[in-house]
């Protein structure tokens, strides 16, 4: 049992190149979210999807898109990628979107866009 | 405007000794709150929540969280830290709106010395 799978783990970037950081859960679970994590900000919801078909703007979505075709996959897609994408980004999942529903990460991936 | 506070970015305890980490909140409303913990290049774990149940919450790992609406506070605590304790530390709050709303805190890192 996995749980949420992220890849790459890590990756170097230039600026200017799109790149597709990829999140599979295999829990069954209706909801996903992508969160950037910077240093002394926390963590901040990118977008969301509350079921397969759907998806949705979090605080900081500019420069990154999603797709959920799928219950299990929810790949983020930074189009032309900009040094202050830089960050640690982790996915994650809920059965639901209900305050009652626990949220599952996944490990992170690591991205410096030069 | 709504938010989550976290009482220092870094805390140091002596093994065995009381674990207290701050988190405060604004507004009006009592909110859902959550303790997340992350262990270096991992992803989130919850830790405990609170969803308007009983104010003295207990998690795992011997954590407990105690929601106080007076204060509008809601810190971990944990009597005896161990070494295996020492890692970053996220408060998040949900006002409403499920988990495409939540705010997190911007984290305390716990050092433990033996």
């Known amino acids: 049992i996995a749980g949420i799978t992220q890849a790459p783990t890590s990756q170097i970037l230039a600026a200017g190149r799109r790149m597709t950081l990829r999140c599979t859960q295999d829990?069954?679970?209706?909801?996903m979210y992508w969160y950037r994590q910077d240093l002394g900000l926390g963590l901040r919801l990118i977008h969301y999807s509350n079921t397969a078909g759907t998806t949705g703007k979090g605080e900081v979505p500019d420069g990154y898109s999603v797709s959920r075709a799928n219950t299990d996959d929810f790949p983020l897609t930074l189009a032309s990628a900009v040094p202050s994408q830089t960050s640690v980004y982790f996915c994650a999942s809920s059965v639901g979107t209900g305050e009652s529903d626990e949220q599952f990460f996944g490990p992170g991936t690591r991205l410096t866009v030069l | 405007a709504q938010s989550v506070t976290q009482l220092g970015s870094h805390v140091s305890v002596s093994e065995g000794a009381l674990v207290l980490l701050r988190c405060n909140y604004s507004?009006?409303?009592?909110?859902?709150l959550f303790w997340y913990v992350q262990y270096p290049n991992q992803g989130l774990q919850l830790l405990l929540k609170y969803t308007s149940a009983a104010t003295l919450v207990k998690g795992i790992n011997g954590f407990e969280a105690e929601f106080k609406k007076s204060e509008t506070s809601f810190h971990l605590t944990k009597p005896s830290a161990h070494m295996s304790d020492a890692a970053e530390y996220f408060c998040?709050?949900?006002?409403?709106?499920?988990?495409?709303?939540?705010?997190f805190g911007t984290g305390t890192k716990l050092q433990v010395i033996p």
């Open positions: 829990m069954r679970h209706n909801a």
């Open positions: 998040a709050v949900i006002f409403s709106g499920g988990y495409q709303k939540v705010t």
């Open positions: 507004s009006s409303v009592p909110p859902y």
